[in-house]
């Protein structure tokens, strides 16, 4: 929204009405298949051109019938109805014939599947893992292996709400993006923690539902650089629009170059969950942690969303005894969106964010630091 | 409606009146009635309050997806609106629609008196208004309705409060109220028909019925089952959905497609009766196939018992599931083919003429047939994996849902309202109904196959940027076509109080018996003597 949003509605309004081109000159107008970064994606594509024009052809065939019909057999024009119900030998032909088309294109498409579901001989293994609402990469096998983050929206809220311009990537954009070499076949296997998601990269033609309890693979095999992006397409609950996926794709030196840099990223920012840090220490590092895991539902204003919901500000638990608001954070409430943190964040991340809430929206509790979250973990 | 087709049948010598209305008069006529016009009325009118109560929801949720950004409703609200929408639309509006016409029609059109169990059939009606208003009243409960899609997908329904468990109340209702009337159907069709009515000379709308009749016997206790198991699992600790437990989640989804794709047919079949009474009489021309016709339908309904999965070939089911259900729900395009060409074939050669039903139903066959082709697209495993989810499959089931069943029943009504009530509608307006319906419709949802291909998910309140255009001329489409409507109500209410009296048979080519043997208006009691067929 530049500034001049009632203007551009109106282009849009007057676009719409007279089905005309482009509402904004910034955007082009897609209307097919994002251009295939992979074999895969190259190959659906083909299969859906082909049966496209099948499918035209036989659309203008039968509706040529049927028009031809309106326009000569009207009664207006005095044709008189002819009584005729049945033929055989047309009935016939009209079964047999669609049946062989069906095997025209079952054939091309089969070959396609199968090489679809062949996971085997990976040169990289990533484990995702859904989150209401975002992204879990765990690389399990091959270089890199050992590497570990979760990939968040970027948007600010404030973009999303309307209180800025959106910008070029709004709801595309993550904090820590997937990483990948080019031309290596990389082996993605799915799950979830909480309720189904899908992850999905249009420019790969890879789609697979993350389904909780259970791993299920695909694999992709990128074949340009570049950054592509995609979204969850299994509706998750009520950030389900806002957990997109995001992955780059580099040539093998910069992936290797990647893998040392983060290695030695994920070495210096781990935490000492022995050291003692201060209250506003804690506080500021926990208002961070919530604004990427906690506000969606429970809000800025600590207000949450009653009673799916509840509120931090003014709540027993918050305000009570460090240990049970610990607990809860850990390992999370069984069916609700309240997942169990404490595979997704450190011990320092967890006190930082307790003490941030017990500080807020006028809670006055005491600090909880990283040594007793350690000491309450199974 | 029918209070004027009442009315007027005072004036027919040879009713005699008796039995009229079981002695009850204003509401109470309504609640108690156990004739199957009153009951048909009582059906239409309540799809139609559903279809504009559905409606609305439809018009908030292209509201808020007119710009990207949230402007209008927090995507909590949003997921309730495409929830309730969904249910509200397929259990509410279109499939009693439906049942409607089948109360009005199948005794008329048999010959029969009555449907065969009366007091069945009131009660298979007002088990409606009571789940409506479990559906409609969870939004008003804390935590407002369930905002997981209409699919009722497993394990996110058991994080929803309340209005989840008032949601599976009212599909064990409506399920109840379906399985009622099918038995009646069934009973009415197999039992009552006058004597020379052999099955095979019924007309098609009877039989597509009786099939769907069957499919909703055998497809409503799997839905009923489904959501027991989710209602246990919320409440009473099973796990069927729950792999911490031993569940799967992914086994609510062949439970719930189970019943779901035969439940595409139930809503399509008798729309595609419909279809094979109107197109014959405005060519004034037999139907083309009626045999086969009977064959196809049949082998849509057996067909649509084995292609459930194909709404889930993203789960990571094995490489011979998804060949096995790929082939099979490819096959599904013969027969439906089979249907388009009789349609088209009856219509060749015809005397044809475009009154208002006729538009309906050629603007149902090109549009269904069209939302049948991407349903081949969609049926192709590589091809449904990127399109999957995303706006292409919105726009597919919309034109088989609105421009198939839909049309079909805007086609029916126009066609029968002069027989039921008496009266004409006015032709004019009737015209411009089906073109604004039809210019707005594809509106809406033909540019949403572009947005999809280019990669919109469905069920999203917020989009990026480069999806703006499509959804803007869909919302407007949206909007023209929600007001469009309101016209509709006004051609139904004026033909009623205002309309030219109806000859008994203004349709030239109309050949069933409600046509060729029962005056116009239909009086109250028809067929109470059988009639003779030659």
């Not at chain 1, 081109?21 to 051109?49: C, G, N, R, V």
């Not at chain 1, 326009?71 to 062989?100: C, D, M």
Request: proline share 6%.
């Amino acid at each position: 929204m530049m500034g001049s949003k009632p203007i551009r509605s109106m282009t849009a309004l007057l676009a719409g009405l007279l089905g005309a081109a482009a509402s904004s000159a910034a955007h082009a107008l897609e209307w097919y298949f994002q251009s295939p970064a992979s074999k895969m994606a190259q190959e659906i594509d083909t299969l859906h051109q082909y049966v496209m024009w099948l499918i035209i052809v036989i659309f203008v065939g039968v509706f040529g019938f049927m028009f031809y019909s309106c326009y000569a057999h009207r009664k207006s024009k005095g044709h008189p109805a002819a009584q005729f119900h049945e033929n055989t030998t047309v009935e016939i032909l009209w079964t047999v014939i669609p049946a062989l088309i069906l095997v025209a294109i079952a054939w091309p498409v089969t070959k396609t599947v199968i090489a679809q579901k062949d996971t085997s001989a990976a040169d990289l293994t990533v484990k995702v893992t859904g989150y209401q609402w975002k992204w879990g990469y765990d690389y399990i096998k091959g270089e890199g292996e050992g590497i570990s983050f979760v990939s968040t929206l970027s948007t600010p809220r404030d973009q999303i709400e309307g209180r800025a311009p959106k910008g070029e990537n709004y709801l595309l954009e993550v904090d820590n993006e997937m990483v990948v070499p080019v031309g290596k076949k990389v082996r993605v296997i799915a799950t979830a923690a909480d309720v189904i998601h899908a992850w999905w990269v249009p420019a790969f033609g890879a789609k697979q539902d993350a389904i909780p309890g259970f791993l299920r693979d695909i694999w992709f095999r990128a074949e340009k650089t570049g950054v592509y992006r995609g979204q969850c397409t299994e509706l998750c609950g009520k950030e389900h629009g806002f957990m997109p996926i995001v992955v780059r794709v580099v040539s093998l030196e910069d992936y290797t170059k990647w893998v040392g840099e983060k290695k030695i990223a994920m070495a210096a920012t781990a935490d000492d969950p022995g050291k003692t840090w201060s209250a506003p220490e804690l506080v500021a590092r926990g208002e961070k942690v919530y604004a990427s895991n906690c506000v969606a539902c429970h809000q800025a204003t600590g207000k949450g969303a009653p009673p799916a919901f509840p509120p931090l500000a003014g709540s027993k638990i918050v305000n009570g005894p460090g240990q049970g608001q610990i607990d809860l954070v850990l390992n999370g409430k069984p069916n609700t969106a309240m997942v169990a943190f404490g595979k997704q964040l450190n011990d320092t991340e967890i006190a930082a964010v307790i003490t941030f809430t017990r500080s807020s929206w006028g809670n006055k509790a005491s600090e909880v630091q990283p040594a007793e979250v350690k000491a309450r973990r199974k | 409606m029918s209070s004027v087709a009442h009315d007027h049948a005072h004036d027919h010598a040879h009713d005699h009146g008796h039995g009229h209305h079981g002695g009850y008069g204003g509401i109470m006529r309504w609640i108690t009635t156990t004739n199957h016009k009153d009951i048909g009325t009582l059906y239409l009118w309540f799809a139609f309050i559903m279809f504009m109560v559905g409606g609305a929801m439809a018009m908030v949720i292209r509201a808020e997806l007119f710009s990207p950004g949230l402007q209008i409703v927090d995507p909590d609200f949003f997921n309730q609106m495409t929830t309730l929408h969904g249910l509200i639309m397929v259990f509410g509006a279109i499939m009693p629609v439906f049942v409607g016409f089948a109360n009005w029609q199948i005794p008329m059109m048999i010959g029969a008196p009555d449907m065969a169990f009366a007091r069945l059939n009131n009660w298979s009606f007002w088990l409606l208004p009571f789940a409506a208003l479990l559906l409609v009243g969870s939004l008003f409960v804390p935590g407002g309705a369930p905002g997981v899609g209409w699919t009722l997908y497993a394990p996110l329904t058991v994080q929803m409060g309340i209005g989840m468990d008032l949601t599976i109340f009212a599909v064990h209702i409506l399920g109840m109220s379906s399985i009622l009337g099918s038995i009646n159907i069934i009973t009415t069709i197999l039992n009552l028909r006058a004597p020379g009515m052999t099955l095979m000379r019924m007309p098609l709308f009877v039989w597509t019925w009786l099939i769907t009749a069957y499919l909703l016997v055998a497809a409503m206790p799997v839905l009923a089952g489904a959501v027991t198991m989710t209602l246990t699992d919320r409440h009473f600790g099973t796990t069927f959905f729950n792999a911490a437990g031993g569940g799967d989640p992914v086994l609510y989804q062949h439970i719930f497609w189970f019943f779901g794709h035969p439940e595409v047919y139930i809503i399509a079949l008798p729309g595609f009766g419909v279809i094979s009474q109107v197109i014959p009489a405005f060519s004034r021309k037999p139907l083309f196939g009626y045999a086969s016709m009977v064959y196809a339908t049949s082998a849509i309904a057996i067909l649509s018992f084995i292609v459930w999965a194909h709404h889930m070939y993203t789960v990571g089911m094995p490489v011979t599931g998804q060949l096995f259900f790929m082939y099979a729900t490819t096959l599904i395009a013969i027969p439906t083919g089979v249907k388009v060409f009789n349609w088209v074939a009856t219509m060749w050669k015809g005397s044809l003429t475009f009154e208002t039903p006729m538009l309906f139903a050629l603007g149902f066959l090109f549009m269904f047939t069209l939302g049948g082709f991407t349903g081949l697209v969609l049926a192709l495993v590589p091809v449904d994996i990127q399109l999957h989810d995303t706006y292409y499959v919105v726009a597919h089931f919309h034109y088989v849902m609105v421009a198939g069943a839909l049309f079909a029943a805007f086609a029916g009504i126009y066609f029968w309202l002069p027989k039921w009530t008496g009266r004409m509608y006015n032709e004019k307006l009737g015209q411009i109904h089906f073109w604004l319906t039809m210019i707005f419709f594809n509106m809406i949802f033909f540019v949403q196959h572009f947005v999809g291909m280019a990669g919109m998910p469905r069920r999203i309140p917020d989009y990026p940027l480069m999806f703006e255009t499509w959804n803007k001329i869909s919302s407007l489409g949206a909007f023209g076509m929600g007001l469009t409507q309101l016209l509709f109500l006004y051609i139904v209410v004026k033909c009623i109080r205002s309309g030219e009296t109806a000859p008994q048979k203004p349709w030239e080519g109309a050949d069933s018996l409600e046509w060729t043997h029962l005056p116009t208006p239909v009086p109250y009691h028809t067929f109470e003597t059988p009639p003779v067929l030659k």
